[in-house]
């Protein structure tokens, strides 16, 4: 740990950050597990006398990049599967001879692929599953592939239609009999969530049509479009489940249980896969703000104010999750809380 000990650390609690969260739950460890945890706040404010608890069940929001898409795409490369350099047209005839057809999986996780930049599924699409697949991999590019890095929820749209093409599988099928079971993740799925997990799930934005905040239903409404079902988001997990993923990231050996990915798909994921281009991106990971690349800190997170992080050099994931979107959609609040939570975790 170097000058710093783990009981250094210590998560503001909403009274600090007055509307930023109203509770989180975090955890820093190493390939030993869990070295310090801790909750914070409420789980919902209109319930102010019950706690946010460990267990606590969160909308994982674009952490579903990484719990289902990139982990099921990472089994499906490290099986043989799948070519990250070959064009997807030449292999997936739903896109051959379409725009899609001359992009590769590793520009899709790079985010340099040149997709559009925005969803607007039901504006371009309609409400139909099927009529929006074949929109989206039919859809003209916003620019030639391997120009720009542009972060866009497609490239998660899409890769999770790949994933579910090669595999055969649907994707919360895939993931689940890949990834979550072999790793224990037991609480990890995708929505909406039964009762009795919905009733221990952080309540994020109003729902205008209710009038109620969203509880065990995914916020994205993309997810929602699409049953509850996608790439770009609509997995709910826990605290613990990511330690499971975490820890089997950062050390197979030692992890407890073993996904159908392994040390190949994390180091090539964490490593710059985009040479000159700005900014810098992983596969889906990129590095953490305020890190130098000599910090080896890599980061994801989620809309609804999750977020994860690893360090393969410095043995190290940390983990900070909360509803933020319960008060507001305004990103800065809470980047302030990340940064320091990350500054605290990582030396």
């Known amino acids: 740990m170097g000058k710093r000990c783990w009981a250094e650390i210590d998560l503001p609690t909403s009274k600090d950050h007055d509307k930023v969260y109203p509770g989180a739950v975090w955890a820093v460890g190493d390939a030993g597990g869990i070295r310090i945890q801790g909750v914070a706040g409420a789980l919902d404010p209109d319930e102010p006398d019950v706690p946010m608890r460990a267990d606590t069940v969160f909308d994982a929001a674009s952490l579903t990049k990484i719990l289902a898409v990139w982990s ?52 371009l699409y309609g409400t139909d599953a099927a009529d929006i697949r074949r929109g989206v991999l039919r859809e003209q590019l916003h620019r030639p592939p391997g120009e720009a890095v542009e972060y866009t929820d497609r490239a998660a749209l899409i890769l999770g239609y790949l994933a579910e093409h090669l595999s055969g599988q649907t994707l919360d099928q895939l993931a689940t009999v890949r990834i979550w079971q072999p790793l224990g993740m ?23 049509d209710t009038d109620t905040h969203l509880k065990g239903t995914a916020h994205d409404f993309s997810a929602r479009l699409l049953g509850g079902v996608c790439g770009i988001a609509g997995a709910f997990t826990v605290l613990g489940d990511l330690v499971g993923l975490l820890h089997h990231m950062l050390d197979t050996s030692t992890a407890p249980k073993r996904a159908d990915f392994g040390p190949a798909w994390t180091a090539t994921s964490l490593t710059v896969q985009t040479g000159a281009l700005a900014p810098v991106r992983g596969l889906f990971w990129h590095p953490a703000p305020g890190t130098a690349p000599v910090d080896d800190v890599w980061v994801h997170y989620g809309f609804t104010g999750t977020g994860m992080w690893i360090s393969p050099g410095q043995g190290r994931w940390a983990v900070l999750l909360t509803n933020k979107l319960y008060y507001t959609r305004d990103r800065r609040p809470l980047t302030d809380v990340r940064n320091a939570f990350r500054e605290l975790a990582f030396i």
């Open 72 to 123: 099921s795409i990472g089994a499906l490369w490290e099986g043989g599967a799948l070519d990250l350099d070959q064009p997807l047209g030449t292999f997936w005839l739903e896109v051959t001879g379409h725009p899609l057809g001359a992009v590769t999986a590793r520009q899709l996780l790079t985010h340099t692929a040149g997709l559009p930049l925005r969803s607007q599924l039901k504006n």
């Open 186 to 208: 037991h609480s990890t799925r995708f929505g909406p969530l039964p009762d009795e997990m919905a009733a221990r799930c952080a309540p994020t934005e109003l729902d205008q």
